[in-house]
Each structure stands twice: as structure tokens, then as C-alpha cells.
């Protein structure tokens, strides 16, 4: 199967498993929006990626590199963040890009099989 519509596929599951939750705390559409570009995007880079780590390791490492631009701007964002509760928006942000990229990684190479 094609590599990128694996990646698209996959993106797009990640994409619903991270914004429902956002959706159900009214967080700005967009924030949604972002998150979902986010993970439509790293899905494929995810896929197709080799970094010569295993599936878990590659997508772990890429799902939270691909959060850091993400957690700079919530956290720059004064309507977003409140100042002193940077750590209550970075810590959710960095674990769900932990716990989907390495889901997207590992499936991916199960997949591409």
C-alpha cells in the first residue's frame, strides 16, 4: 500500500484522537485546527521517515519534535495561557504527541509490511 496514504490515514487518526479531547474543553478552534494540520502532516513525515531507530523510537522522536513549535505559540499566547500554568498546557501537549507518535510509528511499519 502507498506509503502516504498510509501516513494520511494515520495522521488522520491521530488528528481525531487529539482534537476530540480539545473539542470537549472548547479550546479555540484554531487550536483544533492547528492540532489537526499538526498530526495530518506528521503522519506521513512519520511513515516516511527512516531514521535507522525502531517504529516506536522514530515516532516518538518526530511526534514530540513536531510539538515544540506548537507548545511555543500556546504558551506565548496570553488567551490561552494564563501566566504560571504553562506547565498544566505543556505537559498534555508533550504527551499526547509522545503517546500518538509512537502509535503512528509502530503502525505504520506494521502496515508497510
Do not use: Y
Request: charged residues 10%.
Amino acid at each position: 500500500m502507498n506509503t502516504i496514504l498510509i501516513g494520511l490515514g494515520l495522521g488522520l487518526a491521530a488528528a481525531v484522537l487529539d482534537v476530540v479531547p480539545m473539542l470537549i474543553q472548547r479550546l479555540p478552534l484554531l487550536a483544533c485546527l492547528s492540532a489537526a494540520a499538526q498530526w495530518l502532516f506528521l503522519g506521513v513525515v512519520i511513515t516516511r521517515c527512516d531514521l535507522g531507530l525502531p517504529a516506536w523510537a522514530t515516532g516518538l522522536i518526530l511526534g514530540v519534535a513536531g510539538a515544540v513549535p506548537v507548545i511555543l505559540v500556546t504558551i506565548a499566547n496570553p488567551v490561552w495561557v494564563k501566566p504560571g500554568e504553562e506547565a498544566r498546557t505543556i505537559i498534555p501537549i508533550l504527551v499526547f504527541s509522545a503517546v500518538l507518535g509512537t502509535a503512528v510509528g509502530v503502525v505504520s511499519r506494521l502496515l508497510a509490511r
